[in-house]
């Protein structure tokens, strides 16, 4: 026994995003303060992902429909489960999606076991909506729910969840230390944008990231004759939402555009040293952690002024914020930061000291471990 006490960490959905990143991110951090396992309910990437980081890993797999109205679904899953938290004796559990919470809530709550809920995404629909009585109702089995913008924590409140449950806690990240010179040039040799403009956009290929927009957006300035810029799209689509990947070649080949590069999925630290400007087109966006990445290695970034994006990114000192969701408003900020290149040198210092001061991984993992101890006292 090591007299830490013991924590259990869920994680719902198999894919490696930026949720899943900050769960792994928060476990390395709190490991040395806590003893740490995780429960996965799919089999896919993220389960890799821990048991490479040697973090004792169980699984569970997760009922088909995750609705407690499936009741003949949900009841085995409760009883293992059940089951599961009395053998093992944690002190808490941290779960990182809505799915998690309230597939494990209910055991959580008959084992006296204080749940935390990391909320990564934005209500953006109506007090009445489903997704909103959602919140409310895996609300009540949260001790304490953390928001990564204080957009989200707002979203929450206008969708009734009590407020004394909720605190804004901002994503962290750890930059990668010296300079990135070398990675600049090799991105710029590889897709032949030596001397040109570029704007880059790192991301799954999900319908609310706002892709579409940015193609517009490209299209615009295309059509403004500003032939030494270029858009690199970086990432893929999850598996089996190809076919939305394929909808946004045929769209960049429908308009016909010369000015937009598809640059595959890879490590994004060999892709952005070699952008001039990260551009982060998703229209509501609850915290861009990618955003936070880019700023943090120099590269000054573009967005809407919505969401957790506006409390990245200050206008005109560490990037541009668009005042209305349109391809046409995301186009001229990006022509203004294009013909007022000079000063971008400034407002990349200016972004990675806004990251190093605002959004360190070590900030985070500190402010998390604070809501951990109130909740197991």
């Known amino acids: 026994m090591t007299g830490k006490k013991k924590l259990l960490f869920l994680e719902y959905f198999p894919f490696m995003g930026g949720g899943q990143k900050v769960l792994l991110d928060l476990i390395a951090g709190l490991k040395m303060h806590y003893d740490i396992e995780a429960l996965v309910m799919n089999h896919g990437m993220m389960e890799a992902a821990l048991e490479k980081n040697r ?28 089951r599961f938290l009395k053998e093992n004796k944690y002190d808490l559990v941290y779960s990182g999606s809505l799915f998690a919470s309230k597939l494990a809530g ?15 995404l934005i209500i953006e629909k109506s007090y009445y909506s489903y997704n909103a009585s959602q919140a409310r109702l895996v609300s009540g ?10 957009a989200s924590r707002l979203s929450m409140i206008r969708a009734g ?30 897709f032949r944008v030596g001397g ?3 704007c880059g956009t790192v991301c799954i290929f999900r319908r609310n990231k706002g892709l579409e927009m940015l193609i517009d957006a490209a299209e615009i300035i295309s059509k403004a004759a500003m032939h030494d810029m270029k858009f690199v799209l970086v990432g893929r689509a999850d598996s089996g939402e190809e076919w939305f990947e394929e909808k946004l070649r045929e769209k960049v080949k429908e308009k016909k555009l010369k ?27 609850p915290f861009g952690l990618v955003t936070i990445e880019a700023m943090g290695i120099g590269v000054p970034a573009a967005g809407f002024n919505t969401g957790g994006t506006a409390e990245i990114i200050t206008d005109g000192k560490d990037g541009f914020l668009a005042g209305q969701v349109s391809p046409r408003a995301l186009a001229e900020k990006i022509i203004y930061a294009y013909k007022n290149r000079k000063k971008l040198g400034a407002m990349s210092k200016k972004a990675a000291a806004s990251v190093k001061e605002k959004f360190s991984l070590e900030k985070q993992t500190a402010a998390v471990r604070g809501v951990i101890e109130a909740c197991i006292k």
Request: overall charge positive; proline content about 8%; glycine content about 6%.
């Open 196 to 198: 040109n403009f570029v």
């Open 55 to 82: 973090v004792k890993t169980h699984f569970l797999q997760a009922p088909g429909k995750v609705k407690y109205r499936y009741f003949n679904q949900y009841l085995p899953f409760f009883i293992k489960l059940n």
């Open 106 to 120: 209910p055991s959580c709550l008959v084992n006296k076991i204080p749940l935390i809920w990391h909320k990564q």
């Open 161 to 190: 969840v009590a407020l004394e449950k909720l605190i804004t806690i901002h994503n962290g990240v750890k930059i990668p230390r010296g300079p990135m010179s070398k990675a600049r040039m090799k991105f710029r040799k590889k």
């Open 141 to 150: 089995f949260a001790k304490r729910i953390i928001c990564v913008s204080e």
């Open 259 to 285: 000015n937009f590069i598809f640059a595959g999925y890879g490590d994004k630290y060999a892709f952005m040293p070699g952008f001039d400007l990260y551009v982060m087109p998703s229209p509501m966006e």
